[in-house]
């Protein structure tokens, strides 16, 4: 494939080359220990070689050493102190390589001294000429790559800022190795002022050798940084990286979601066909190599998460699907629901799961939505007898797909797997969010009863108590990195939202002792002493506030979180201020106030 190499500037729009188009034959070239000839833009292809020009070129054969190629003579056409740009049309053709480096060098001769050659440019050139650019007329080629992590990469220090968000897209491509497909994979490699290092995956693709795909993904870099790489990676060693075009930019606003206007949505009506089995095993089909039976004796009740959303249902049919001859853990029952879906609905997953014998170990059972390859996790469980098992979850899908696909997977190969009463519904938000509030807030508080002393009964209807909780101790927590603490919003963030935090993956070994005898335990230190910060009052949607009169037996009830209370009691003659703490438990609790 013909590809340019260049130079630096020139001085002089004049071509210093003799017959530099070959109109000449040969004439004032010289070949260097090999052979060649021209070929002229008339003649087409010859000898299987394809040049993608309208103009005469030069074909170098024989050639048994790196340097040997074709030369001219400048030396009385150049001058002391000039810039001169030298520029070419390169192609390679032949069976030891699949790619090749071109290089343009100047052999400088002197009466007293030894020979020296001057490097000028070089370019690398794919030899099938098959690989054209999608964009523009150039593409860069990192070839002779012995590590997945070789590739192209440029230093962007200077021109990046933290906390600032970026997009980059690029058009990358594989080539050679017998490799047909790789991932790609976009990267940063930062190191701190403290030398402290660290790997950014940004965007990751599969690339093909037959066609142009867009690398796309965004980062955010959220502490101080004195050196900043961004490189690609990923294919395996001696299959070369393709770069037609690479660009970094600030990512865009994310604009504000339009309203959503969902209209005539059968809420709680099971969109999977032929759920109850009654038709065999007839609008469903097997994902893998695996067979698919219909058994009797599995639960006739609905899950107990789905009964609430269904509303009134009919008992399931006590029908399930067996699933044997397992060879991969994805194999299992699929269906196509496509045309079933509405964009922007939430959608509740509901189904009673069982493994068969032979696993000596917990297994992982779950839904698997696949909208154009694209893979959702309907919902999972947990399976470690010969028990039936109930599994939930929810999805919604935003953009539309041109294929959907639900099925489920999990168990290890051979492992048989069966599944009875699968439900795929539309479930009302508000509805679901209101009755999801209500099981919260009933796991979360507890009935308190206040009981007062040492105050004339007869005031009791005059006096108000007023109940405010100032801490609570329900744990709400995040997991967090070692990078997000240097980002400051983050920190406000999380002191001021959670009470607490567990590590990502600062304390696994291969962060610990990423090479063996080199421990590193500093990450961890710093994640330890931030989260010190962690005690703090959690939202005030999260605290229990309520006032009222003790009642005529000297009891004020509530209900309220775990944590710790103030109390102020206000009666016809005083005012009386105390605390008191409620610990977590479900069960009611009596809390004495001796007044």
Request: hydrophobic letters at 35%.
């Amino acid at each position: 494939m013909a590809e340019r190499i260049l130079s630096a500037s020139w001085s002089n729009a004049s071509n210093i080359l003799m017959n530099h188009d070959f109109s000449d034959g040969l004439n004032y070239w010289y070949l260097n220990c090999c052979n060649g000839y021209v070929i002229s833009a008339s003649a087409g292809d010859q000898g299987g070689i394809s040049m993608d020009s309208d103009q005469n070129y030069a074909v170098i054969t024989e050639r048994n050493e790196c340097w040997q190629g074709l030369e001219q003579d400048i030396t009385d056409r150049i001058s002391i102190g000039s810039s001169y740009m030298v520029s070419a049309f390169v192609g390679v053709s032949g069976p030891s390589q699949e790619s090749a480096e071109v290089k343009a060098t100047l052999k400088l001769e002197y009466d007293d001294s030894a020979t020296q050659y001057l490097f000028i440019g070089r370019t690398s050139v794919i030899k099938d000429g098959k690989i054209v650019p999608k964009s523009g007329k150039f593409f860069a080629c990192a070839a002779e790559r012995t590590q997945a992590w070789n590739g192209i990469q440029q230093e962007i220090t200077g021109r990046v800022q933290r906390k600032l968000a970026y997009e980059l897209t690029a058009l990358v491509r594989i080539y050679g190795n017998n490799v047909t497909s790789a991932d790609v994979q976009a990267t940063l490699w930062v190191q701190t002022p403290d030398l402290r290092e660290q790997y950014i995956g940004i965007a990751n693709v599969q690339a093909t050798d037959t066609d142009w795909v867009t690398l796309q993904g965004k980062f955010l870099l959220n502490g101080s940084l004195s050196k900043v790489v961004l490189y690609l990676e990923g294919p395996p060693p001696g299959t070369d990286i393709l770069v037609n075009t690479l660009v970094v930019k600030h990512a865009a606003k994310a604009t504000p979601s339009t309203p959503l206007n969902i209209e005539n949505v059968a809420f709680g009506v099971n969109i999977i066909e032929n759920s109850n089995l009654f038709d065999d095993t007839n609008g469903w089909f097997t994902l893998g190599n695996c067979i698919l039976t219909v058994k009797t004796d599995s639960p006739l009740i609905v899950p107990p998460m789905a009964r609430e959303s269904l509303g009134r249902h009919e008992p399931l049919s006590g029908h399930y699907i067996l699933v044997t001859n397992r060879a991969q853990t994805w194999n299992g029952p699929a269906q196509v629901i496509t045309d079933k879906l509405k964009l922007f609905v939430t959608y509740q997953v509901s189904a009673w799961v069982r493994i068969g014998s032979g696993s000596n170990r917990q297994q992982n059972v779950n839904v698997a939505i696949s909208a154009d390859n694209q893979w959702i996790n309907g919902g999972q469980t947990e399976v470690s007898d010969s028990r039936w098992h109930e599994m939930n979850g929810s999805f919604r899908i935003e953009k539309q797909p041109a294929k959907v696909t639900v099925y489920i997977q999990g168990p290890a190969s051979g492992v048989d797997l069966m599944v009875a009463g699968l439900h795929i519904f539309a479930v009302d938000r508000h509805r679901r969010f209101t009755y999801l509030k209500m099981r919260t807030d009933k796991f979360r508080k507890r009935e308190v009863t206040l009981k007062f002393s040492g105050l004339d009964s007869s005031s009791y209807p005059n006096t108000t108590v007023n109940v405010t909780q100032t801490r609570n101790n329900f744990p709400i927590g995040t997991c967090i990195s070692r990078s997000n603490i240097d980002n400051e919003d983050f920190v406000n963030f999380l002191v001021k939202h959670f009470n607490w935090a567990v590590f990502g993956n600062e304390l696994k070994w291969e962060v610990t002792e990423p090479q063996q005898g080199i421990l590193n335990y500093k990450d961890a230190d710093d994640l330890l002493r931030m989260s010190g910060k962690r005690f703090l009052a959690l939202k005030q949607e999260w605290l229990s506030h309520t006032q009222g009169h003790i009642d005529k037996e000297g009891l004020f009830k509530f209900r309220g979180f775990s944590g710790t209370y103030d109390l102020e009691i206000v009666t016809p003659s005083k005012t009386i201020v105390t605390s008191f703490v409620l610990d977590k438990g479900s069960d009611p609790e009596m809390v004495s106030i001796n007044l």
